[in-house]
C-alpha cells in the first residue's frame, strides 16, 4: 500500500492546481496525483486542435508542473474509495492511503440519446488525446461537418472546421447561438460574423436523428430538413462525473454532482471535491449553478488546496467569467445578465457605453467596443458585465469580474483611475467601464 | 456679461469630462467650457501623429462632445477670476459669471534652460495644433533626431520617428529608459527592443547645450560627446500651468500646482481644480505625488463633476496607471514599485509569475508575459504591479489597478475568477495575476 499526505483523483486543470496549490501552501506534505489519462489535454484548447495548432500534441498540459512541485504521477484509474480506511483501490490494484483526498475527476460532454449517436463519424468534444485524433483523421476525409450545439464550445469547433475549409453548419436549439450566455445584441452580431466566415447556422431547429448506415450520412433536423455531413459534432454541454463519489457514500447536491461546502469539503471532512465534478453555487443568487469552466476549476483548487493543512480559504460562489472569439470578434462576459438577474429577483439598472479600443479611431486595430454594466438597484454593486469588441476584450472582462468579485460600487468605478493608451486601449475620456457605471448611476436615484 | 452656473477653464481631457459629468449629474445646469484652442488634441495621441495616424488632424477630440451634451463653447483665454464677484474675464473682453468654476487649465512641456533651446527645430511635446504642424514640416525634411529625455513621452516620439526611417538617438539622464517608473528587468526588455528597432539609447547621459546657429545642428551632451540633429524633442515632464489660479488668490500645493482637497475644490469652495494643474495625493504614501496622466485627470473630472451641486465624491488619491508599446513589447504599471514603497516606509513583499498570453503556446501570437505584484505585508493589500508582454498588457493592468482601488489582499486576488480564452488570454492554470498573488502569500506568514 502506498501512503501519501494529499491524493488527487483528476489530472486536468482542476487536480494539477489543487496539487500545486497544497505545495505552495505546504511545502513538506507528500502530494499524489492518480489520473487515468497518459496525457493530459488543455482543454479549453481543443477546439484550436483542429484547425489552429494542428495537433493534440501541441495542446497538452506538460507533466514538468507536477515534478517541478513535486507531485508524484500515477496513471491509473481510481475504482473505489474506503472513507473509514482512507484508501483509494485502483484498477491496476493498488491500494493508496490518504490524509485528504481530493476529487477532480471532471465531465463528461452530453450526448442526446437520439437515433444514430453511434455512427462512425459522430463525435462530441472529449477530453482524450486517442479520441480527439480520430475526430482530425474524420475531419482530413470530410467535406460537410454539423455541429449540434451553439454555445461556445460549439461555435470555436464550428469556426475551426471553416478554417479548414469545410462546409460547416451549426444546429442551435435556441432562437440565437451564445443566448444562455450574452444579451440578443451581441448574439446576434456573433451571428452576422459567422455568416462572413460562411458558416450557416440554424437556429429554433434541432437534431431528431443521425442519419446513416456504419458511417453517418447526415443529421435530421425538427423542421423534417436533412443536413449532409461526414462528421457530425455535439457540443451542447457536459454532465458531471459523480459515480465514484455516489459510490462512497458521498452527498450528491441538487445539480447532480457532488456536493461541496464553502470550502470545498464534501459530506466526508477529508475528502474535497473541485472542478467540474462539484456542485456551485452562483455568486449572486445563491443557488446552485450549472456553470462549469476550467477558470472556476482552477479556483476551487486554489481554495481547496489552500484548506489541505488547515480551513483558510471560502468560495464565495461562481461569478462566470467567459470569453470568446470568432474572426475579428472578441466577446466577453461575467457574472449576471440583466434579464437573468430580474428573473432570480434582484432590481437591476444597466449603463451601456459604446467606443473603440484604441484612440484616436485612425489607430491600427482600431475595432468598436460595447460594454453593458448590470448594477444591483438597491446595493449599487455591480453583478454583471458583457463587452463585445477587439482582442482587448480578453482582459477587459476581468476587469469587470474583479469589479464584482471585490464588491465595487457603480460611483466606485465611475471613478477607477485606468491605464490607457493609444495602441492598446479606448481613450481616457470614453472608457467604456468608467462611463457605463456613470450611465447606470442615472438610473439609480 | 455672461451668466452660467458651471464654468470650465480649459477644454482638455479633465475639462471636458468635467463638462460630460456635470451634465450626467446635473441635467439642468447651464454649462459653458472656455479654452483658447481652436481644436483639442487627444493628449496621449499627440506622438502617434508623426509615425502612425499621419497628422494632428486625425488627432482631435471632437467638438461633438461638447454640442451632444448642451455644453456651450467660447472659445476665448482666461485672464483673471475674480473670486468675490464669481467672474471670470478673457482676453477677448468677455465677462462670464459662474456658480461653479472648473480650473482644467493644464500643464507645459518642461524645456531645460540650455544654451540653444530657442534654436529653429527644437521642440517639446506641446499639445497645440500649429506647433505640431511645425514639428510635422521639420520632421518631413529631417534626417537626424535626437530625443531628450527617455521616459513614456520621450520612447513613443522616438518609435514613431523611427518609424519615418530617421536616425534617432535617445539621450536619458538615469541608468535606464523609464527608470522613474518601471523595474530595472523591464527598462532592460525595453531597451533591447529600441535596440532591435535601430534607435540609439544613451543613458546615464545628459544634453548639456543645443548646438547651431539659426538652426539646430547637434546635441552637445555631458559626456563631452556632440550628436548630430535636424530635430530635437524634449520629452522630460510637464509643469502644471497655475499663473491663473495664482493671480487669483488660490492656494498653491507643495508641488508647485493647484491646491485642491479631496472633494477637488480649491481653497475657495465655489472652485474646483482638476487634471495636470491641480495638486495630487498618492493614494499609497498620502503624499503629494509628481504623476500627471490624462487618466488620472479624468478621473478628478468624474469626481468634481459630480461634485458641483452637491458634494458626492471623494479623491481617494493618485494612483497611477500607465501603460505603452514599443514594437511588440507593450509595458503596463499600477501604483507602487517595492522599490518606492520601501523608501516611504512600508514592508513589502513581490509575487512574481511568467508565462506566455495565449494558450496553448502554440496559438497566433502568442507572447512571454511578466508580472510583478507588491503587496503591503501587514495589510496584505495589493499596492503595485508590473506588467510586461503583449497588447493584452493595455487592460491586463487595469485588472491590476481595479484591484488596487478595491483594497483586494493577496488571499482574495489568490482566488479571483478570471475568463480565460486561448486566442486571448494565458491559461487558468497558469494565469498570472492569480499566480503572483499566490506566490507573495508564501512570504507574508
Same mark, same amino acid.
Given at each position: 500500500? *502506498?501512503?501519501?499526505?494529499?491524493?488527487?483523483?483528476?489530472?486536468?486543470?482542476?487536480?494539477? !492546481?489543487?496539487?500545486?496549490?497544497?505545495?505552495?501552501?505546504?511545502?513538506? =506534505?507528500?502530494?499524489?496525483?492518480?489520473?487515468?489519462?497518459?496525457?493530459?489535454?488543455?482543454?479549453?484548447?481543443?477546439?484550436?486542435?483542429?484547425?489552429?495548432?494542428? /495537433? =493534440?500534441?501541441?495542446?497538452?498540459?506538460?507533466?514538468?508542473?507536477?515534478?517541478? $512541485?513535486?507531485?508524484?504521477?500515477?496513471?491509473?484509474?481510481?475504482?473505489?474509495?474506503?472513507?473509514?480506511?482512507?484508501?483509494?483501490?485502483?484498477?491496476?490494484?493498488?491500494?493508496?492511503?490518504?490524509?485528504?483526498?481530493?476529487?477532480? &475527476?471532471?465531465?463528461?460532454?452530453?450526448?442526446?440519446?437520439?437515433?444514430?449517436?453511434?455512427?462512425?463519424?459522430?463525435?462530441? !468534444?472529449?477530453?482524450?488525446?486517442?479520441?480527439?485524433?480520430?475526430?482530425?483523421?474524420?475531419?482530413?476525409?470530410?467535406?460537410?461537418?454539423?455541429? &449540434?450545439?451553439?454555445?461556445?464550445?460549439?461555435?470555436?469547433? +464550428?469556426?475551426?472546421?471553416?478554417?479548414?475549409?469545410?462546409?460547416? @453548419?451549426?444546429?442551435?436549439?435556441?432562437?440565437?447561438?451564445?443566448?444562455?450566455?450574452?444579451?440578443?445584441?451581441?448574439?446576434? #452580431?456573433?451571428?452576422?460574423?459567422?455568416?462572413?466566415?460562411?458558416?450557416?447556422?440554424?437556429?429554433?431547429?434541432?437534431?431528431?436523428?443521425?442519419?446513416?448506415? #456504419?458511417?453517418?450520412?447526415?443529421?435530421?433536423?425538427?423542421?423534417?430538413?436533412?443536413?449532409?455531413?461526414?462528421?457530425?459534432?455535439?457540443?451542447?454541454?457536459?454532465?458531471?462525473?459523480?459515480?465514484? +463519489?455516489?459510490? %462512497?457514500?458521498?452527498?450528491?447536491?441538487?445539480?447532480?454532482?457532488?456536493?461541496?461546502?464553502?470550502?470545498?469539503? @464534501?459530506?466526508?471532512?477529508? *475528502?474535497?471535491?473541485?472542478?467540474?465534478?462539484?456542485?456551485? *453555487?452562483?455568486? *449572486?443568487?445563491?443557488?446552485?449553478?450549472?456553470?462549469?469552466? %476550467?477558470?472556476?476549476?482552477? @479556483?476551487?483548487?486554489?481554495? +481547496?488546496?489552500? $484548506?489541505?493543512?488547515?480551513?483558510?480559504?471560502?468560495?464565495?460562489?461562481?461569478?462566470?467569467?467567459? /470569453?470568446?472569439?470568432?474572426?475579428?470578434?472578441?466577446?466577453?462576459?461575467?457574472?449576471?445578465?440583466?434579464?437573468?438577474? #430580474?428573473? %432570480?429577483?434582484?432590481?437591476?439598472?444597466?449603463?451601456?457605453?459604446?467606443?473603440?479600443?484604441?484612440?484616436?479611431?485612425?489607430?491600427?486595430?482600431?475595432?468598436?467596443?460595447?460594454?453593458?454594466?448590470?448594477?444591483?438597484?438597491?446595493?449599487?454593486?455591480?453583478?454583471?458585465?458583457? !463587452? /463585445?469588441?477587439?482582442?482587448?476584450?480578453?482582459?477587459?472582462? $476581468?476587469?469587470? %469580474? +474583479?469589479?464584482?468579485?471585490?464588491?465595487?460600487?457603480?460611483?466606485?468605478?465611475?471613478?477607477?483611475?485606468?491605464?490607457?493608451?493609444?495602441?492598446?486601449?479606448?481613450?481616457?475620456?470614453?472608457?467604456?467601464?468608467?462611463?457605463?457605471?456613470?450611465?447606470?448611476?442615472?438610473?439609480?436615484?
Amino acid at each position: 500500500m *502506498i501512503k501519501t499526505d494529499a491524493l488527487i483523483i483528476g489530472g486536468s486543470a482542476a487536480g494539477l !492546481v489543487a496539487g500545486i496549490t497544497v505545495r505552495r501552501h505546504y511545502p513538506d =506534505a507528500k502530494i499524489t496525483l492518480v489520473r487515468k489519462e497518459q496525457q493530459v489535454l488543455i482543454p479549453c484548447g481543443i477546439p484550436y486542435i483542429f484547425g489552429t495548432v494542428g /495537433s =493534440a500534441d501541441k495542446n497538452l498540459i506538460p507533466d514538468a508542473a507536477l515534478s517541478k $512541485n513535486g507531485i508524484d504521477l500515477i496513471v491509473d484509474e481510481a475504482t473505489s474509495i474506503d472513507k473509514e480506511a482512507k484508501t483509494v483501490a485502483t484498477a491496476g490494484g493498488e491500494t493508496i492511503g490518504y490524509e485528504k483526498l481530493f476529487l477532480a &475527476i471532471g465531465s463528461q460532454p452530453l450526448v442526446p440519446p437520439l437515433p444514430g449517436v453511434d455512427l462512425e463519424g459522430v463525435f462530441s !468534444v472529449k477530453k482524450d488525446v486517442p479520441y480527439l485524433n480520430g475526430l482530425m483523421e474524420a475531419l482530413n476525409k470530410a467535406k460537410d461537418v454539423v455541429v &449540434i450545439g451553439g454555445g461556445f464550445i460549439g461555435l470555436e469547433m +464550428a469556426d475551426e472546421c471553416k478554417k479548414r475549409d469545410l462546409n460547416v @453548419t451549426v444546429v442551435e436549439m435556441l432562437p440565437h447561438c451564445l443566448f444562455l450566455v450574452f444579451d440578443e445584441h451581441i448574439c446576434v #452580431r456573433m451571428e452576422e460574423v459567422l455568416a462572413e466566415r460562411g458558416i450557416k447556422v440554424m437556429t429554433n431547429n434541432k437534431a431528431t436523428a443521425i442519419l446513416g448506415d #456504419r458511417k453517418v450520412k447526415g443529421v435530421k433536423l425538427g423542421s423534417g430538413e436533412e443536413l449532409k455531413a461526414d462528421v457530425v459534432i455535439f457540443g451542447i454541454g457536459v454532465r458531471p462525473n459523480t459515480k465514484l +463519489a455516489q459510490d %462512497a457514500g458521498l452527498r450528491i447536491g441538487e445539480r447532480r454532482s457532488i456536493w461541496v461546502d464553502r470550502y470545498m469539503r @464534501t459530506s466526508d471532512d477529508s *475528502i474535497f471535491a473541485v472542478g467540474d465534478c462539484a456542485e456551485k *453555487i452562483d455568486f *449572486i443568487t445563491n443557488r446552485p449553478s450549472a456553470l462549469r469552466l %476550467a477558470s472556476i476549476a482552477t @479556483t476551487e483548487a486554489h481554495i +481547496a488546496g489552500a $484548506n489541505f493543512g488547515e480551513l483558510r480559504r471560502e468560495n464565495v460562489g461562481a461569478i462566470g467569467v467567459f /470569453s470568446t472569439k470568432v474572426g475579428g470578434l472578441s466577446l466577453g462576459m461575467a457574472g449576471m445578465r440583466a434579464k437573468a438577474a #430580474r428573473e %432570480a429577483g434582484l432590481d437591476v439598472v444597466v449603463g451601456t457605453a459604446e467606443t473603440v479600443n484604441r484612440h484616436p479611431g485612425g489607430m491600427p486595430g482600431a475595432t468598436k467596443m460595447r460594454v453593458d454594466l448590470v448594477f444591483h438597484k438597491w446595493s449599487c454593486k455591480l453583478i454583471g458585465g458583457q !463587452v /463585445s469588441g477587439g482582442d482587448s476584450v480578453g482582459e477587459f472582462v $476581468n476587469v469587470i %469580474a +474583479a469589479a464584482i468579485a471585490t464588491g465595487a460600487t457603480a460611483d466606485k468605478i465611475a471613478t477607477f483611475q485606468v491605464g490607457t493608451h493609444p495602441a492598446l486601449t479606448a481613450s481616457p475620456i470614453a472608457y467604456p467601464l468608467v462611463n457605463a457605471a456613470e450611465l447606470a448611476l442615472k438610473q439609480m436615484r
